[in-house]
């Protein structure tokens, strides 16, 4: 590449990154990210969220790490958007304090949290069984002023039902369709998975516990 007439510039090498990084490649991508510096070429933020995504989603969180220290050493401060991979990073590999250090932190260095944030949160606290943590942490996301979408509730349902918590996820499901939001094709199946040993949802797939406007939004998600 770098003997052709136009050299790549650093936005040539972050989508080339990006690519490799998606196919499950980052190592590869690392060896990209030198080649680039060995040009003089000065990575970015978006170079480094490319990166720690990778990463970390492929389960090499010690090379994330490794990577944000010497971004932090050019004196690259994380914003949210690396704050969101490294949380969720986390998550997957299972270091729950962590992640919950890097949500405070997220205040004390004065960066706002954003819907986002909350979700993979939320959905970290729930994988790990800490129901009640992700319950109090859903009415915080709304008390500090973060209106929950469709995702968020979704996310918060499953949740709920992977943990055996049907109860909660009806109550959630009753009030995310009050709010115009119906549930998403992998929530119904969940619903329909759990129908036939689970009187809560087995009620609530008859229609005869959350009355009919629910009934009538969730036959349309499965009919789709």
Same mark, same amino acid.
Request: proline letters at 3%; glycine letters at 8%.
């Given at each position: 590449?770098?003997?052709?007439?136009?050299?790549?510039?650093? !936005?040539?090498?972050?989508?080339?990154?990006?690519?490799?990084?998606?196919?499950g490649r980052?190592?590869?991508?690392?060896?990209?990210f030198?080649?680039?510096?060995?040009?003089?070429?000065?990575p970015?933020l978006?170079?480094?969220?490319i990166?720690?995504d990778?990463f970390?989603?492929?389960?090499h969180?010690?090379?994330?790490?490794k990577?944000?220290?010497?971004?932090q050493?050019?004196?690259?401060?994380?914003?949210? !958007?690396?704050y969101?991979?490294?949380?969720e990073g986390?998550?997957?590999?299972?270091?729950l304090?962590?992640?919950?250090?890097?949500?405070?932190?997220?205040?004390?260095?004065?960066?706002?949290?954003?819907?986002?944030t909350?979700?993979?949160m939320?959905?970290g606290?729930?994988?790990?069984?800490l129901?009640?943590?992700?319950?109090?942490?859903f009415?915080?996301m709304?008390d500090?002023?973060?209106t929950?979408?469709?995702?968020?509730?979704?996310?918060?349902?499953?949740?709920?039902?992977q943990?055996?918590?049907?109860s909660?996820a009806?109550?959630?499901?009753?009030e995310?369709?009050?709010?115009?939001?119906?549930?998403?094709?992998?929530?119904?199946?969940?619903?329909?998975?759990?129908?036939s040993?689970?009187?809560?949802?087995?009620?609530?797939?008859?229609g005869?516990?959350?009355?009919k406007?629910?009934?009538?939004?969730?036959?349309y998600?499965?009919?789709?």
């Amino acid at each position: 590449m770098s003997h052709k007439a136009l050299p790549p510039d650093t !936005v040539t090498y972050n989508t080339l990154m990006q690519g490799l990084c998606q196919v499950g490649r980052p190592q590869e991508a690392l060896n990209l990210f030198m080649e680039m510096c060995s040009y003089g070429l000065l990575p970015d933020l978006t170079t480094y969220s490319i990166l720690l995504d990778g990463f970390c989603k492929h389960g090499h969180l010690d090379e994330a790490l490794k990577l944000l220290k010497a971004m932090q050493e050019k004196k690259l401060e994380p914003n949210i !958007v690396l704050y969101n991979i490294l949380i969720e990073g986390m998550f997957i590999a299972g270091k729950l304090v962590v992640a919950e250090e890097l949500f405070s932190r997220l205040f004390v260095d004065g960066i706002r949290p954003t819907l986002q944030t909350y979700s993979v949160m939320i959905k970290g606290l729930l994988k790990e069984g800490l129901s009640d943590e992700a319950y109090k942490l859903f009415r915080k996301m709304e008390d500090d002023g973060f209106t929950p979408d469709s995702c968020s509730y979704n996310v918060i349902i499953q949740g709920f039902l992977q943990n055996r918590d049907s109860s909660t996820a009806v109550q959630f499901i009753d009030e995310m369709v009050g709010k115009g939001f119906s549930v998403d094709s992998s929530t119904c199946q969940m619903l329909l998975d759990l129908e036939s040993h689970d009187e809560i949802i087995s009620r609530f797939l008859r229609g005869s516990s959350l009355g009919k406007k629910n009934e009538l939004t969730f036959s349309y998600q499965v009919t789709l």
